[in-house]
């Protein structure tokens, strides 16, 4: 943790009589340790200055972080933004759900939130169209024995995600590389010249949503087609509201980029706590033999509590989701604190998912937590979703994605008479911001 932070900053320093994190390197202040090594980090920071503290998000600026249970109601607060998101990254979230507020969130969302219910995706066929392409991805796995799990699984969720537009398969190489592009705007600096991350990362943008705009035009003209981005288009078409093109248009490339890094990531630590814990697989096995087949409907998950508990446990204790940033429009009052109007928050949701005032035994991996549990699901047991307005509108749709995916996983390799195998260190090289996943080289056997 020391070689992540600045041996020359140590003073004692105070903003709006909170304390400022030391450790700060110019121009990206507390990122390498944010990067890097979070969950040490908010542990000392927490033991040394209290439960609200500032970190230097460098480029980003300083965001006031609150330790304190107290954070989920700003989550609510009709007078905390979403907006701040928008200008950390305009380029990618401009226009979208998740950096809006207020009617222009509601409206949106109202627009096509119907696609993405039970009942949307029932009627859409998406989990048909799901399980023979986690099938033989699976059974490519097993064939191949050993496999870098993350790139594995990144290159499933992308591999879903087009399927859901229809892509052809011949045209997805060229998706694949426009897509990895359109990530470099996550990190490019603000430099805007040939050749550069910022340059390529727009025109990948561009060139994406001309093709968004060609699907909304195709699935207008075929009406009765099924599918979620048809059934997208027609409840936007639908919507009492007028909205232009450009807000489906960027709310279908946010699900392009929600439902790919963040799922992708917890499959694969899914896979990971698989291969830990033999008395997981042991369990998970058990359930997809008895199940037999890989589940089609949302209705059909209430077959696989086991699946559902992996999917759910490992989401809390890894949280591809780490921090929230948001805007406090007028002064509030947190806890004993008076949070000034314009101030920057983290709302740190990594120490909430491990929390031992919110979670008995949270270090431990245990799906007993959710196959025992008597009591309805609360907010924050679904935190990487959302909470208040913003849920997340995918949830249902990632609830079928990574059951699924646990059940054919299941089935598949017992079939072979093969379990998963770790074979290397997931720590070394983790990262924790703007998203979270094990190390790129984790590699898993299955043998």
């Keep these: 943790m020391d070689m992540l932070l600045n041996p020359l900053d140590r ?9 400022v994190v030391p450790g700060a390197f110019p121009l990206v202040g507390h990122l390498p340790a944010i990067v890097c090594d979070l969950p040490r980090l908010l542990r000392r920071a927490e033991r040394t200055l209290g ?39 305009p380029e990618l ?13 509601r ?13 949307g995706l029932t009627e859409a066929g998406i989990g048909d169209l799901f ?8 059974q490519a796995w097993r064939d191949r024995g050993d496999v870098t799990i993350l790139r594995e699984t990144g290159d499933l969720t992308l591999k879903l995600i087009f399927s859901l537009m229809g892509i052809p398969a011949q045209d997805l190489p060229g998706w694949h590389r426009k897509y990895r592009q359109l990530l470099q705007l996550i990190v490019a600096p603000r430099i805007d010249l040939p050749g550069l991350p910022l340059r390529r990362g727009r025109a990948a943008r561009d060139w994406i949503d001309a093709q968004l705009r060609q699907f909304v035009r195709e699935a207008r003209a075929q009406a009765a087609r099924t599918g979620l981005i048809n059934d997208m288009v027609s409840a936007f078409d639908r919507s009492d509201d007028t909205l232009s093109d450009n807000v489906l248009v960027a709310n279908i490339r946010l699900l392009l980029l929600g439902g790919h890094e963040t799922t992708a990531s917890t499959m694969a630590w899914m896979v990971i706590e698989l291969a830990r814990q033999p008395g997981l697989w042991d369990a998970l096995v058990e359930e997809a033999q008895r199940v037999g087949t890989v589940p089609a409907r949302p209705a059909d998950l209430a077959q696989c509590p086991v699946a559902e508990a992996l999917f759910r446990e490992t989401l809390r ?14 002064e509030l009052q947190l806890g004993k604190r008076r949070i000034p109007a314009g101030t920057h928050l983290c709302i740190p949701l990594l120490h909430f998912s491990t929390s031992a005032l919110l979670h008995e035994a949270p270090d431990q991996f245990r799906l007993a937590r959710w196959l025992q549990r008597a009591e309805p699901i609360r907010p924050v047991d679904t935190l990487q979703f959302g909470t208040g307005p913003h849920v997340c509108i995918g949830y249902h749709l ?5 059951v699924q995916f646990g059940i054919a996983l299941a089935l598949t390799m017992h079939k072979a008479g093969v379990r998963p195998r770790l074979l290397s260190s997931v720590e070394k090289g983790r990262r924790y911001y703007p998203t979270a ?7 898993i056997r299955f043998s």
């Design 317 to 330: 204790v890894h949280p591809p989701t780490t921090l929230l940033l948001r805007r406090a429009l007028h």
């Design 437 to 443: 996943h094990p190390s790129m080289t984790t590699r």
């Design 107 to 119: 409206q949106a969302r109202d627009a096509i939130k119907a696609a993405f219910l039970p009942k």
């Design 398 to 402: 990632a609830w079928l994605e990574l």
């Design 51 to 89: 439960s609200y503290f500032w970190l230097d998000f460098g480029p980003v600026g300083h965001q006031m972080t609150c330790m304190d249970p107290d954070a989920f109601a700003l989550l609510r607060h009709k007078d905390v933004s979403s907006a701040l998101i928008e200008e950390i990254a």
């Design 131 to 138: 399980a023979p392409v986690i099938r033989a991805r699976v």
């Design 11 to 19: 003073r004692h320093r105070l903003r709006c009589d909170i304390p």
């Design 93 to 105: 979230l401009g226009g979208t759900l998740v950096a809006q507020d207020g009617r222009a969130h």
